[in-house]
C-alpha cells in the first residue's frame, strides 16, 4: 500500500471459502448488537474490538509481572465449591456423584485466599473466574474476571500502597496515562454527605449542600416532616440551567422517582436575580435567601432538592441526578481519569426484609479497633476496616482488613445473626483453620472487566470480553443456557418441574 515493496502474484490458492459476511467487518459498527453477537466470531474481527481484547492482553500481562516482582505468588483456587448463600445468588452445579448434592461456582475466591494466608503464602495474587447469578448491566456479566490478591502482616496503608503502584504501572505502559500518587483518599460519610454516593465521579463539582437546618421549621410540610422524622434536606446546585423548561423538569422528576423519591423541589434564580420556585408560597424571602446562599446560586443556576425521613434515600437520589444532569450537560471527559479510594465504609447495615444487620462487605472484615466496643451498644456506627478504589464514579475494586481474632470474629457473626451452630456449618473449614494461628492479613480484588472498560472508553464491559452474556445472562452465539438429554438429568437426579405460564 505504501508503494516500497512491489509483489507479483504467480498463482493463487484458496485456503478456505467464505460466505459474505451478515455484517459489515468495520470500526465502530451500526449493526445491532443482537447480531453481532450473534456471530460474535465475525465481531471479533472488527478492528475497535480486536484493540480491546489485545489491550486486555496487555494489562493482564503488566499485572502479572508487577505482582510477581512485588514478591506474589499465583496460585490457583478451585471452580467448584460450597456454597455460601450470604450475598448475592450461587450458581449452583449438580454433583452425579453425590446425588442431591450440590457445588457452587465462587463468587469470589475470599475463603481460600484467606485460607492460603493461613498456609504461609504471604503474598497471593490470582486472575479469576467469579460468577454471581444476578441481574445483568452494562458493567455487570454472570461470570467475569477479578485480580484478587491477599496479604499477611500488612495494614490498609500497605495494601493501598502497592495497588496505587500497580494501577500507575498498568495504566503508564497499557495506555501511556500517567496517574498522580497518592491517590486521595475520601471517608464513606464524606462521600455520600458531598456526592450523594461512595462510588463518587470527581470529575466535575454539583456537589450536595445541607439545608435541613434552614427549613426544618419553614412552612413547607414536605421539608419540615422529612427533618422532623429524622431524615434530612440536601440540594444540588445545576450551575448554568436554570432556564430548563418545566418539560425537562417533570422528566427529572420521573427520573428521581425511579430511585424512590416522591418528588424533586427547585428553585431558578433569574438572570435578572429573582426565583421561580416549586415551593416558594410555603417559604418566607429570607428563608429563601439563606437557601441560595447555602447552595451558593447565581443568576442562571438551577436547584433541586430531595428531602425524606431517611438521608440514604436522599444521597440516592441525589447522587443518581448529579450524574444524570453532568451527562446532559456533556462535561464528562472520558479521558480524564480521576482516581478516589474510599475508607471507613459502615460495618454493617440494616435489613428491613430480615429485620437484622449484615455485613455490608463480608462477615470477615475488620472493625476499626477504636469502634469494636460498639458491636454491643451501637452496631450500626461500627467502622470497618473497608477501602474502595473508585475511578470517575466507577468502582474498579474494594477489599479490607481482615478479621483474625477469633473473640470478634464470633461477635461479628453474633451481631448478624449467625449462630455458632451456622458459622460451622457455612465457614466451618476457614474457623478450623484459624485455630492453628492466623496472621494479620488484608486483600482486594479488581473487577477485571470494568477496569478495561474504563481504559478503552467502552460503553459496556461486552466490548472488553471475547465472549460476553446479554442482559438475561444467555450467550446469542453457542445459545446457552439451553436443555440437555433427559439421560443426563435421570444420571443426576434431576426432574425438572413445568413452570407456570
Known sequence: MTGDIEITAKSLRILSEAETPPFPIEANSKTKEEIRLKHRYLDLRRP?????????????????QFLTEEG??????????????????????????????FYALPQSPQIYKQLLMCSGYDRYFQIAKCFRDEDLRADRQPEFTQVDMELSFVDIDDVIDVNERLLAKVFREAIGVEIPLPIQRMTWKEAMERFGSDKPDLRFGMELKEITDIVKDSEFAVFRNAVSEGGSVRGINADGMGAMPRKKIDALVDFVKGYGAKGLAYLAINEDGNYKCSFAKFM??????????????????????????KSKLVFDVLGALRCHLAEEKGILDAAEYRFVWITEFPLLEWNDEENRYTAMHHPFTMPMEEDISLLDTDPGAVRAKAYDIVLNGTELGGGSVRIHQNDIQKKMFEVIGISEE???????????????????????????DR?????????????????PKVKDASCLMSEAPNVVDKKQLEELGIEISKQPE
Not at 55 to 61: A, G, I, M, P, Y
Not at 73 to 92: F, H, N, Q, V, W
Request: proline residues 7%; glycine residues 6%.
Open 284 to 309: 418566607k424571602p429570607e428563608e429563601l435567601d439563606r437557601i441560595v446562599e447555602r447552595m451558593e446560586g447565581k443568576p442562571g443556576d438551577m436547584l433541586f432538592f430531595a428531602a425524606d425521613s
Open 72 to 101: 506474589f505468588l499465583e496460585i490457583e483456587t478451585p471452580i467448584l465449591c460450597k456454597s455460601t448463600p450470604e450475598g448475592a445468588r450461587d450458581y449452583l452445579v449438580p454433583s452425579r456423584i453425590h446425588p442431591g448434592n
Open 451 to 467: 477496569l478495561l472498560m474504563l481504559m478503552c472508553r467502552a460503553e459496556s464491559i461486552r466490548d472488553v470480553m471475547a465472549f
Open 422 to 448: 451456622d458459622a460451622e456449618d457455612k465457614f466451618g473449614f476457614l474457623l478450623n483453620a484459624f485455630k492453628y494461628g492466623v496472621p494479620p492479613h488484608a486483600g482486594l480484588a479488581y473487577g477485571l
Open 48 to 64: 475497535d474490538l480486536q484493540k480491546n481484547i489485545m489491550l486486555r492482553s496487555k494489562v493482564t500481562s503488566s499485572i502479572r
